[in-house]
């Protein structure tokens, strides 16, 4: 699975978007983009997933760079309960789910 | 829904004790995995099962012992607990490829 790189940690304001960027720069054409959150040292949650065309759920929106080699993840009206760990995590689309590669994150704090 | 469900989710050890965490999902799954987390760091794969009697190991399997004799359950074994296994196991179970992961609540060791 590619190596990514993600920011220790970020603050946003409640109510504000909260852009959370990492780097792929080694991404396979075959490897997906997940992202993963952890609020309070509880068990992770999936947040949304994509291959290179942008996705948006109700949680969440991916915005994947033309090259894959960046991708953003964007909350867009953060709210307190959106304290959390966030995981960027890229892999082979047949490799199983759980097999995935969690890095150190990216601690965002949003603040009132 | 349950979900993945692990018990217990506190324990305090002694060196050189034994114990079961116990791991059990409801949505049929038939991958699943065990995961540690120590203080501030991302997640570690144990063990994981592509299903009823496979089971196979993961990045960190020393110290610790798994069976799948039935679908829902994934017990994780610790026969001489140790204080470099105090941290958080989290249970995952999903679907086989390309699916997200569902992560149960944690169990806390502390080994003393």
């Known amino acids: 699975d590619a190596k990514t790189t993600q920011p220790t940690s970020m603050d946003c304001a409640e109510g504000r978007a909260a852009n959370l960027p990492c780097n792929h720069s080694?991404?396979?054409?075959?490897?997906?983009v997940y992202w993963y959150r952890q609020i309070h040292s509880q068990g992770p949650q999936y947040i949304i997933h994509?291959?290179?065309n942008n996705e948006t759920n109700e949680m969440a929106s991916l915005i994947i760079t033309e090259d894959r080699k960046s991708s953003t993840l964007i909350l867009p009206h953060a709210t307190l309960r959106d304290t959390a760990v966030y995981y960027c995590i890229v892999r082979v689309a047949s490799t199983n789910a759980g097999k995935s590669t969690f890095g150190d994150g990216t601690t965002l704090t949003v603040k009132p | 829904n349950a979900g993945v469900t692990q018990t217990p989710k506190f324990r305090i050890l002694k060196i050189g004790q034994s114990m079961t965490l116990q791991c059990a999902q409801d949505m049929n799954h038939n991958y699943m995995y065990w995961y540690r987390q120590d203080p501030g760091m991302g997640l570690k794969l144990i063990y994981y099962s592509v299903g009823a009697g496979i089971t196979d190991k993961g990045e960190v399997p020393n110290g610790y012992n798994v069976s799948r004799s039935t679908t829902e359950d994934f017990p994780l074994r610790l026969e001489l607990a140790a204080p470099s296994q105090t941290s958080v196991y989290f249970c995952a179970s999903s679907r086989p490829l390309n699916t997200e992961a569902f992560f149960g609540q944690g169990t806390r060791l502390t080994v003393v």
């Open positions: 080694t991404i396979s054409g075959n490897e997906y």
């Open positions: 994509g291959l290179k």
